[in-house]
C-alpha cells in the first residue's frame, strides 16, 4: 500500500478536511454511483445521514452545505466556492436538488438530511451513510463512507485496511516508519526528499510532480493573498470573530517601511520575521473558516502551519528557490505518510495533536531539510514538532473552525520553524524518536475522552460563552 505526496496535499474547500472536503467526496461518489449503475434515472429521493463528530459539530463545518453540493455532482477543489452558499440556499429554498448534476428531484435538508449528534458508526467518529429510493419508497442502493481525515474517504470495504484508499502502485523505496525512512536514505544515498520523488515517480514523471507542486506553492499563495485583501472583516458564524489578517497586513507594511526610511536598511527586531509568519498563517486559516479555496496540508483545520512555514523559507532565508519549495513539500508529505499510516490525522479520531500537531512535524521536518539538514535531522525536528504538540485537544467554540484554531495555526508555525533551528543545531542524534512519538499520539488519543475530540462538548467549546 502505497501514498503519494499528492495525497496528503490537495486543493480544497474550508472550512475542514474531515467535515466539509469528506462529505462532499462522499456524497459527489455516491451520486456518480447511482449513474454508473443506471440507477439515477430511478432515484426519486436520497436521505443523507451524519453520524458521530460529523453529526456533532458538522453544521458549524459546514458538512451540510458540503453533502448537498457533492450530491449535486461538485468536486472540492473545482467548486465555486464564491457561489457555493448560494447554491445550498437555492436548494433549500426550492426542495429540490439536481442529483450528480443532471437529475432534478425533491429534497428536503431538513428530512433528507440527517445529524445524529450522539450517535456514531462503530468503524470511526465521521461515519456517514446514503441511500436511494425509488417512487414506491423501495430502496435502490445504500452506502456507508467514513471521512477518516485530511480530506481521506473510504467506505465499508475499506474499513480494516488502514482505512485509507489501497493502492498497490509498487515504489522503489517503500517505507511505513520512520526507522525504514531513513534506512531508505542510508541504502541510497538520498535526502528524504531525494526517496520522496523517486517513490513519486512510479505514478508520474519528475516534472509533473514538480509541476503540481508548485501549483500546490501557487493556491498556498493566493490564499494568503486572498485572507489579507477580504473585504469581508468578520466570520461566518454566530462568534462574530473579527479577521485579523488584512489589518495586520497594514500595519507590518507601515512599520516596515518606516523602519527602512529611518535606518536605512532592514527592520532591527531579531523576531520581525516572527510578526509575518502570525500573519501568513493567520490569512490561510481565516479564508478556510470562511469556506475559501485551501490546500488541504494534511488537514483544513490545520491548513496555514506549512504555508506559513513556506512563506518564511522564501522571503526570509538567502538562496530560497522553487526546488527548495519541492523539496520542502516532499519532505513535509514523507513525514505526513508516518503520521497518517502509524497514527491518525483525523482531530475526531486523536484530538488537535493529529492536525496541528501532524502538520507542525511535517513543516519543521521540511524547513530543517531546506536548510540543509540531514535526514538524521531531519527526523529530529519532526519528532520535536510533535512532541511538543502531544495531548493537543480538539474543543472548536460552537463548532466552527475558528477558536482556538486559528491562532493556533499561527503558534504551531512558530513552534516548527523553531524546531527546525533546534534540530540543525544538533548531529541527528536524540533519544526519542519519530516513531515513538507518532505511537504516543496514537494511544494518547485512543486514552483522550471523546468530549475532547472535535464535538464541541469540553474544553474551551464549554468554557466560552458564545455571543
Known sequence: MSLSALDLFSVGIGPSSSHTVGPMRAARRFAAGLADSGLLDRTARVEAQLFGSLGATGHGHGSDRAVVLGLEGEDPETVDTSHAVARVEAVTLDRKISLDGTHRIDFDPEADLVMHRRQALPAHPNGMTFEAFDDAGRSLRARTFYSVGGGFVVDEQAVGADRVVTDTTPVPHPFRTGAELLERCRETGLSIAGVMMANERAWRTESEVRERLLHLWGVMQQCVESGCTREERTLPGGLKVRRRAPELR?????????????????????????????????????????????????????????????????????????????????????????????????????????????????????????????PQQVENAAEIGIEHNLGLTCDPVGGLVQIPCIERNAIASVKAINAARLARQGDGEHKVSIDQAIKTMRETGADMKIKYKETSRGGLAVNVVEC
Open 250 to 374: 497594514e500595519r507590518l507594511r507601515e512599520q516596515e517601511a518606516h523602519a527602512r526610511l529611518r535606518d536605512g536598511g532592514p527592520m532591527l527586531d531579531p523576531l520581525w520575521a516572527m510578526e509575518w509568519v502570525n500573519l501568513y498563517a493567520l490569512a490561510v486559516n481565516e479564508e478556510n473558516a470562511s469556506g475559501g479555496r485551501i490546500v488541504t496540508a494534511p488537514t483544513n483545520g490545520a491548513a496555514g502551519i506549512i504555508p506559513a512555514v513556506l512563506h518564511f523559507y522564501t522571503r526570509f532565508i538567502d538562496g530560497a528557490d522553487d526546488d527548495g519549495v519541492v523539496d520542502f513539500l516532499l519532505t513535509a508529505a514523507a513525514i505526513g505518510i508516518l503520521f497518517k499510516l502509524g497514527a491518525s490525522i483525523s482531530g475526531a479520531e486523536v484530538g488537535c495533536q493529529g492536525e496541528v500537531g501532524s502538520a507542525c512535524s511535517m513543516a519543521a521536518a521540511g524547513l530543517c531539510a531546506v536548510l540543509g539538514g540531514t
